[in-house]
């Protein structure tokens, strides 16, 4: 199976408007301006329309239409043409505004190409590539398309025709280079699998052979187990042309979310990709490993609340003179360290990339220099990289620099005091012990930091319980081997085996079940493959730590009256003081000054209210004006976010509405200031925009549409506010 390269215009145009209306990160730069018009939203119908048909993958009809009107004729399964009418109509909306900036990337687009050329030698990876995967190379040939814009994630997908692969799409803006080659490789390694997946040698197959079973947990393991294989083979072919390559297992987190499940992997695929092992020996030994206990074991996510557990437990016991507890904490500790180490360096990567929309000329050169080369491309590739280059210290410290200016917007304050001890315990200013510590210290105070790759749902109980010198709940959260030892600290059971695990076990890839140090709290019996009484129960699904978004503070009102006066005239607008207090507040607060706030312009603290001078810089007739960016480019704010508060009951069933304009797109958690007055119902923003107010008076909605019908922006002189405070 070989790739040739091929361009769409309509499939750029169509991944284009996916990853703007839902699958967009929100520091990423908006291509087409909210709140969007009904005839683009309308897409999303469409494509979901086509869900229970195509699944994930995108109809081939859709590369091979020259244009948007031509989509629909295209299309031969009548169970598609509904939602290709709506998408085509959406398409050709958006090519306006879209197909200019995509032809921007022209020149990007050419340049990956000769690189992935020049990577990816088919001579070279291709008979390696089947070998591995156990079927002989076919005579398909799929289309490859690098395309600017993808939804994300995984910014990466296959183009199908009547259940068969016909192509398959990368971002070749967000994966460059290696990581692009890599990429392809693992789209090309699945469209392999899939293709001879009757094949009895194929790797899929042979993997239900060795590691049989229904139960939900051992399909489970299955599945996981081929993608780590996959990316392990992509990665590797890749390094075989390009050595300093990161394999895209590392930097995007497959090793670091299942470590047990990757190690197993790693200690006997890697050696038959060395040629250290034959290939049948390796899924031997993979087979091997793995059953040796439950699914869950490799499956369900490391808890770090046993870490935190363990830890403090293992702590409370050596500082109460327990030689044995000391001891064991001392082993452990290093490699401690480094697995805590290593997940903040790849999440430290992966924050920095919210900062592509940072204005660079407000940074200082070498500050500028550094965000502009984290922003080509996925940040979690690039990071390590500039680490490599600037030094581990000074990387970090530019890091918290960009954590502490322009990024205090994107949750910049909670991470400049993690990238601050980082550098701290890189250079050894910090004793091991002290670098956990403050590790837990700021996940127990600064808001999850653990929570990118573990489950860190326990983890407040566990740090709660330390707060307080709660050591049974601790010893509850422990792994069975550290609750064994305080049991037999309180006088409760016998001694421990005298046998102390070698530092090889102390890490979360290699520990076993109960160990020390194992991120499980499962005593060693609950593993046994043949006795798991969960083994057949649902998969465990991680969850997010949720931190409530609303302010510590809020000054209520009874009423509240705000008057922009423009040129055009006066809008009087009536703000919900009941139905929207938090927005109410802030909206109040920037209109006259008296909450802080940072002019985008300057980068410095601003000063009178921050809708003065500001303009209406998006005009649409029959649907809506749009201000409260000092900018006037619908990219910037007040130097903050701002939780969306979403009213109770309709909001956009009339006209004259006001709300919030979030940064994210329809389904965001955020605003900024940016304001938006609508001069139609719209029901289709419903639930999508922070409602607060409506205009007040036949002669304000006169402004307003005159205001829509506007060929230029129209200034907002300034802000009068009439507000009564709540007593």
Not at 353 to 362: A, D, I
Not at 386 to 397: I, K, N, Q, V
Not at 519 to 532: C, F, I, S, V, Y
Not at 618 to 636: A, C, M, N, S, Y
Request: overall charge negative.
């Amino acid at each position: 199976m070989r790739i040739d390269h091929a361009r769409s215009a309509t499939l750029d145009l169509f991944l284009a408007v996916q990853r703007e209306l839902h699958d967009r990160f929100s520091f990423e730069s908006m291509l087409i301006p909210r709140p969007t018009v009904p005839e683009v939203v309308a897409f999303w119908d469409g494509f979901a329309s086509w869900a229970p048909i195509v699944r994930n993958n995108i109809p081939a009809a859709v590369a091979a239409a020259p244009d948007p009107e031509k989509l629909v004729a295209l299309v031969d399964d009548e169970r598609l043409v509904p939602g290709a009418e709506l998408i085509a109509r959406a398409m050709a909306t958006a090519e306006p505004t879209l197909a200019p900036i995509i032809a921007g990337y022209e020149g990007m687009r050419d340049r990956a190409a000769a690189e992935l050329d020049s990577i990816l030698v088919p001579d070279q990876y291709l008979p390696r590539l089947c070998e591995a995967l156990g079927s002989p190379p076919t005579t398909r040939v799929l289309d490859l398309h690098l395309v600017p814009f993808a939804p994300h994630t995984p910014a990466v997908g296959y183009l199908t025709e009547n259940g068969s692969l016909t192509g398959l799409h990368v971002d070749c803006n967000r994966f460059r280079g290696t990581t692009m080659a890599d990429s392809v490789l693992t789209l090309l390694a699945w469209a392999h699998l899939m293709e001879t997946r009757d094949d009895p040698s194929n790797l899929s197959v042979e993997l239900v052979t060795r590691l049989p079973g229904s139960a939900p947990y051992q399909r489970r393991l299955r599945v996981l187990l081929t993608k780590i294989l996959v990316e392990v083979l992509a990665g590797h072919l890749v390094r075989a042309a390009r050595p300093e390559h990161r394999p895209c297992s590392d930097v995007l987190g497959s090793q670091w979310r299942y470590p047990r499940l990757f190690a197993v992997a790693e200690r006997h695929w890697t050696r038959y990709l060395r040629g250290d092992l034959g290939r049948a020996e390796a899924l031997d030994g993979l087979a091997r490993d793995l059953s040796a206990h439950s699914p869950r074991w490799f499956v369900d996510h490391v808890d770090p609340a046993s870490l935190a557990a363990d830890f403090y437990l293992l702590e409370w016991m050596a500082a109460a003179g327990d030689r044995d507890a000391g001891a064991r904490l001392a082993r452990w500790l290093p490699q401690l360290c480094s697995d805590l180490a290593g997940h903040l360096d790849v999440a430290i990567g992966s924050e920095l990339g919210h900062f592509s929309r940072v204005p660079l000329e407000l940074c200082e050169p070498e500050l500028a220099d550094f965000l502009r080369a984290i922003g080509e491309g996925d940040s979690r590739v690039l990071w390590p990289r500039l680490r490599t280059e600037l030094g581990h210290a000074r990387a970090l410290d530019l890091a918290r620099q960009a954590f502490a200016g322009p990024g205090i917007e994107f949750g910049g304050a909670a991470w400049r005091p993690i990238a601050e001890m980082m550098t701290r315990y890189v250079t050894g200013e910090l004793p091991d012990l002290v670098f956990v510590d403050q590790c837990f210290t700021l996940e127990h105070n600064n808001g999850s930091v653990f929570d990118k790759f573990y489950d860190v749902q326990d983890v407040p109980t566990v740090l709660d319980a330390q707060a307080r010198t709660d050591v049974d709940l601790l010893a509850r959260h422990a792994s069975a081997a550290v609750r064994a030892l305080y049991r037999h600290h309180r006088g409760q059971g016998p001694a421990p085996a005298g046998e102390r695990p070698s530092w090889f076990e102390l890490s979360l890839r290699d520990a076993r079940p109960g160990g020390l140090g194992c991120g499980n709290r499962a005593e060693p019996g609950d593993l046994d493959p043949a006795t798991d009484p969960l083994l057949r129960g649902p998969v465990t699904v991680r969850k997010m730590r949720v931190r409530s978004p609303l302010p510590d503070t809020l000054t209520t009102y009874r009423s509240a009256l705000a008057v922009l006066h423009t040129t055009m005239g006066d809008i009087t607008l009536r703000l919900w003081v009941d139905r929207a207090p938090y927005t109410v507040d802030n909206f109040i607060g920037l209109a006259t000054g008296g909450k802080a706030w940072r002019d985008p312009l300057t980068g410095q603290p601003g000063v009178g209210g921050f809708y003065d001078g500001t303009v209406f810089h998006r005009r649409v007739p029959g649907f809506l004006i749009h201000g409260g960016d000092r900018l006037g480019t619908g990219e910037g704010s007040a130097g903050y976010r701002w939780f969306e508060e979403i009213c109770r009951g309709p909001v956009f069933d009339r006209p004259f509405r006001v709300a919030m304009a979030n940064r994210a797109g329809p389904g965001s958690t955020s605003t900024g200031s940016q304001f938006f007055i609508t001069v139609a119902p719209a029901p289709h923003l419903e639930g999508s925009y922070a409602g607060f107010g409506e205009v007040l008076a036949e002669e304000s909605e006169r402004v307003v549409l005159k205001i829509a019908e506007s060929p230029d922006p129209v200034l907002v002189e300034s802000v009068t506010v009439t507000a009564t405070p709540t007593a």
